[in-house]
């Protein structure tokens, strides 16, 4: 035991080393393209970015920001070293994980023998390392981005689990829930992409503590996804709705300062809180002592949220959306900028509204106090133009274009034809029937749907990107369906040439592209291979690691 423990820690903290380095040496000098310069700006002068907000992220890499001693020219890379070492440190917690899974394939008795501590300790460098390398996690661990931050917190919170389940029937074991919950609650302030990993850690307690039945797995689903919906839904938005009752009656109601509302909530609900838990430990109720320290913890890491209004009252040169009341940081929570998007049921893409419907009122602030503005107005539709999971809902014209190709769909099918003044067709320059796309004449099938769904969203958009980690990529050109740009390639001819066309001439441009990359489908095998075994040795581990590696 002891060997193990030793080994286990000197080879974690090697992996740990070797990613370091791996990705300071190739990190970002400077900004990179997308959301990482917003990033950096708003870590650098604590600035509020676009919605939902980084509060967690921003203020770590704030701190991060000062030690480039005042030099402007060192601010990004001092945040991009931030995100190489998250990196770092969740492949330091993969392989720990990893050790931990594979140990279990071995007796205790066998655990100590030189073979099974080839095996473990292998199998644990062979993951973490392979992971260290991966397309997808070496590209953000390189750069100002949220994701290598909440890739850390979900290795480390199901680390943690797992640490909770060898000792589950000892005394204090809960601890761990507590600190899951904790990092939880501030992992809200990074990216909500955590959350998922809620169903793989209630099976690991649900496996540990219960016999399993086919009833016990799904009543364990239904409560995870339960605990996920109310954090999501009702927890991170419902707090802040909350405060917002309480600021009306206090500000609007009683005549008093802004914010006097929301510090009386803040009083009431953290008060409310600990006296339960006094209570709670008081009666000696573990469960819901647990429950209420996990709730406390989880607010108190949400917390972090504070800071996006703090920084929006100060006016900061960067104030995305303007998040400086308790009812603008619940819109800002909500994301309600982007709009909302039909999930399952809506009206399809070629059909225009036929109203305008009024949404939740919200409040905006003056001299006075606060006063109602109606805002969030959402477009209604009449019955023909809406269906089942709409996958198409766009009315932008460069996405129907998009939705007709990847559809297989004809403007025929959809739109009425232009007619000149006497009724007569209209041409396009292209000798064919011009489409007037403000006339529906239907809409596309479930068939076209859904054929959409599985080319584009499923197929170019996930399994794409997929096949970068687990096959080969192309190049790191920005392709939107074309033959030569961004596919995922396996180095295997006539899988290649059935899907793109021969490989063999291809210019330069595309065989010396630096991210021109063939693994001839041996990770996709290794873990396929792997995943096999796993069901074999230990198939409650099998199914946890699934859940994880399918939700997140």
């Given amino acids: 035991m002891e060997n193990f423990r030793r080994y286990n820690l000197i080879l974690g903290w090697g992996v740990f080393l070797v990613s370091l380095i791996v990705y300071l040496l190739t990190m970002e000098p400077t900004a990179s393209f997308w959301d990482c310069g917003e990033f950096i700006a708003t870590a650098y002068k604590m600035e509020v970015g676009h919605p939902p907000g980084a509060p967690f992220f921003m203020i770590l890499g704030r701190f991060f920001t000062l030690f480039a001693g005042g030099d402007v020219t060192k601010v ?27 140990r279990k394939f ?5 655990q100590n023998e030189k073979v099974a501590m080839i095996s473990i300790f292998g199998a644990g460098l062979v993951g973490s390392l392979a992971y260290t390398f991966s397309d997808s996690f070496w590209f953000s661990a390189v750069e100002a981005e949220v994701y290598s931050m909440s890739s850390l917190f979900t290795a480390v919170v199901f680390w943690a689990i797992l640490k909770w389940e060898n000792v589950a029937d000892k005394p204090g074991a809960n601890r761990w829930l507590i600190l899951i919950a904790y990092l939880m609650g501030l992992s809200i302030g990074v990216h909500l992409l955590n959350l998922l990993a809620i169903p793989a850690i209630i099976m690991v307690y649900y496996f540990r503590k219960y016999t399993p039945t086919v009833k016990g797995v799904i009543a364990a689903l239904a409560v995870s996804v339960g605990i996920l919906g109310v954090i999501n839904y009702m927890l991170i938005p419902g ?52 429950i209420l320290l996990s709730l406390f913890v989880i607010v108190v890491g949400y917390s972090s949220y504070t800071i996006i209004v703090i920084r929006s009252a100060a006016n900061t040169p ?6 400086d009341t308790v009812f603008s940081l619940l819109s800002y929570l909500n994301r309600e900028q982007y709009g909302s998007n039909p999930l399952v049921y809506g009206a399809f893409f070629n059909h225009r509204p036929n109203s305008i419907k009024e949404g939740k009122p919200s409040y905006y602030k003056n001299e006075e106090g606060y006063y109602k503005v109606e805002k969030n107005r959402e477009y209604e539709y009449d019955s023909e133009a809406k269906g089942v999971f709409p996958r198409m809902w766009s009315t932008q014209d460069r996405h129907a274009n998009e939705y007709i190709y990847w559809g297989g769909m004809t403007e025929a099918e959809l739109y009425d034809v232009r007619r ?133």
């Fill in 420 to 552: 000149d003044a006497e009724g007569n067709p209209m041409m396009n320059q292209m000798g064919g029937y011009s489409y007037d796309r403000t006339r529906a004449i239907g809409r596309p099938t479930f068939g076209q749907n859904m054929r959409f769904f599985f080319r584009y969203q499923v197929g170019y958009m996930y399994l794409r990107y997929f096949m970068w980690n687990f096959a080969g990529r192309q190049n790191d050109v920005q392709g939107h369906g074309e033959l030569t740009k961004g596919n995922w390639i396996s180095g295997i001819k006539f899988i290649d040439q059935a899907r793109l066309g021969p490989q063999d001439n291809m210019p330069a441009s595309i065989v010396d592209n630096k991210a021109h990359n063939k693994y001839y489908l041996l990770p996709l095998l290794l873990g396929l291979a792997g995943a096999f075994f796993h069901y074999k040795k230990h198939n409650q581990d099998f199914w946890v690691v699934a859940l994880l590696f399918l939700l997140t």
């Fill in 239 to 290: 707090l802040t709705a909350i405060a917002g009752k309480f600021e009306l009656i206090f500000v609007n109601g009683m005549g008093l300062p802004f914010y006097s509302g929301v510090i009386v909530y803040a009083l009431l609900l953290f008060g409310g809180i600990i006296f339960g838990i006094y209570m709670t430990h008081k009666r000696g109720k573990v469960l819901w002592n647990t």
């Fill in 106 to 110: 071995f007796s205790k008795d066998e």
């Fill in 318 to 323: 960067l104030d995305e959306s303007n998040p």
């Fill in 76 to 102: 990004a890379v001092s945040i991009n070293i931030l995100s190489a070492l998250a990196s770092a440190f969740t492949i330091l917690f993969l392989f720990w994980t990893l050790t931990h899974l594979v």
